[in-house]
């Protein structure tokens, strides 16, 4: 692939940046099917789940320690959703990382698959936005 294209696909797909006092507290990116293509993971996560044709990455997304608890993931999904009405996002999140997993049902995602992957246990969730 291009780096043309590339940068055209990553362009396409919303960052979205949480800062407080100018520092910044969270973080939360999205990206195209096409550009995860070669990433063994993210194939493990298509291979258990399709799901549509349109369909982007989600993830990763970071809250800063002292920002988490305080709805920050909440309010950063909540402005992907918008940006991205009626599409679908599909993300994986290891199953022993608890907080993760109840954090993203919390927001209305639902866990439609699982896998494993270098010997770890995987989630896939989706959500239409």
């Not at 291009?2 to 940046?17: F, G, N, T, W, Y």
């Not at 993931?73 to 599909?90: D, Y």
């Not at 199953?95 to 010997?119: C, I, T």
Request: a positive charge; aromatic letters at 10%; one cysteine or more.
């Amino acid at each position: 692939m291009s780096a043309e294209r590339l940068a055209k696909m990553m362009q396409d797909m919303p960052l979205i940046v949480a800062r407080r006092d100018g520092r910044v507290t969270g973080f939360l990116l999205t990206s195209s099917r096409e550009v995860n293509a070669d990433i063994p993971v993210v194939k493990a996560m298509f291979n258990a789940y399709h799901g549509t044709p349109d369909a982007y990455v989600y993830g990763p997304v970071c809250v800063g320690e002292e920002e988490r608890g305080k709805g920050l993931a909440q309010i950063m999904f909540a402005e992907l959703r918008r940006l991205e009405p009626g599409r679908e996002g599909i993300l994986f999140i290891r199953n022993d990382n608890q907080p993760s997993l109840r954090a993203h049902l919390k927001m209305g995602m639902k866990k439609v698959a699982s896998f494993e992957f270098n010997g770890f246990e995987y989630a896939v969730f989706s959500y239409i936005g």
